[in-house]
C-alpha cells in the first residue's frame, strides 16, 4: 500500500516568510510525529499526535512553529517568520496504534531559508 | 526523560568485515530498541528491533545486543557490503509510549 507521503519535496523560502509542509500519513495510522533534521544531524523530534488527543507539542523549538492535525488525516507544520537556522529537511511518521512503536517515515521535505 | 547516545558518529569499513555501533539509554524502563537505516537522501527505515525481554536478534547479517542491567544496546553487521554505507539510527522507548528517543546517528562507509 501507499506509504506516508509529504509535499512539497524541496522549498526555498525567504527569511522572514511563513512555510507550510504537509504530510499524508498511513490510511489507518492513529499516531503523527514531525521530527526536524538538520544537515549531518540526528533526528529531533517536534511534535506528536494520538487520535483525537491533545497534542505533544513538547519539542516545538518556538512558538513561530505550529502543527494541527484534523481527526487521523493530514497534518500541516507551519513555520511562522522562517530564519535561516529553520533549515533542515522536515520528515513525518505515523504509527498505526498505541502499543505498537514502529514508525514509518515519509520522504521528508526540504526547507531552504535564505 | 530519556536520553540515547550513540557511538561512534562515524566508522568506516573495508568489505566483509564487520561494523559494531553502541547506544546507550538512560530509563530504565524503555523496553523496546528499533534501529533505523537511513541512506543519503532517503527516508528512515526500520532494519531490526528488539524489546527487553531477549538479548539478542538476528537477521541475515545483522544482529542486535542488548543490555539490561548496562543499560546498552548493539547493532553488529557482518560481511559488510557497500550497500550497508548508510547512517544508522538507534532509539528507544517504552511500549505504547507517545515518542522514540533517537541517538544522534552513525554514518557507516563500507569501503569497496
Known amino acids: 500500500g501507499a506509504g506516508v507521503s509529504q509535499s512539497p519535496s524541496n522549498k526555498v523560502t525567504e527569511k522572514g516568510k511563513d512555510v507550510e509542509l504537509r504530510c499524508d500519513p498511513i490510511?489507518?495510522?492513529?499516531?503523527l510525529y514531525w521530527y526536524r533534521q538538520r544537515l549531518g544531524q540526528g533526528l529531533e523530534f517536534l511534535i506528536y499526535f494520538q487520535g483525537n488527543s491533545a497534542p505533544d507539542k513538547s519539542g516545538l523549538p518556538s512558538d513561530r512553529f505550529s502543527a494541527e492535525r484534523t481527526g487521523e488525516s493530514v497534518s500541516t507544520l507551519t513555520i511562522q517568520r522562517t530564519q535561516q537556522e529553520d533549515s533542515a529537511v522536515y520528515l513525518c511518521?505515523?504509527?498505526?496504534?498505541?502499543?505498537?512503536?514502529?514508525?514509518?517515515f515519509g520522504p521528508g521535505t526540504r526547507l531552504t531559508v535564505l | 526523560g530519556e536520553n540515547v547516545e550513540q557511538h561512534p558518529s562515524t566508522l568506516s569499513v573495508q568489505e566483509g568485515d564487520s561494523a559494531v555501533i553502541k547506544c546507550t539509554y538512560s530509563d530504565s524502563a524503555s523496553n523496546y530498541f528499533p534501529w533505523y537505516k537511513q541512506e543519503l537522501g532517503k527516508r528512515p527505515q526500520l532494519i531490526i528491533d528488539i524489546r527487553s525481554n531477549v538479548g539478542e536478534k538476528k537477521d541475515q547479517r545483522i544482529a542486535v545486543t542488548l543490555n539490561k542491567t548496562a543499560k546498552h544496546f548493539s547493532l553488529h553487521i557482518t560481511e559488510t557490503q557497500p550497500e550497508d554505507s548508510a547512517v544508522y539510527f538507534c532509539a528507544a522507548s517504552k511500549t505504547g509510549a507517545n515518542n522514540l528517543f533517537f541517538g544522534t546517528g552513525t554514518r557507516l562507509t563500507v569501503i569497496p
Open positions: 511518521a505515523s504509527r498505526p496504534q498505541t502499543g505498537y512503536n514502529e514508525q514509518f
Open positions: 490510511s489507518g495510522h492513529t499516531a
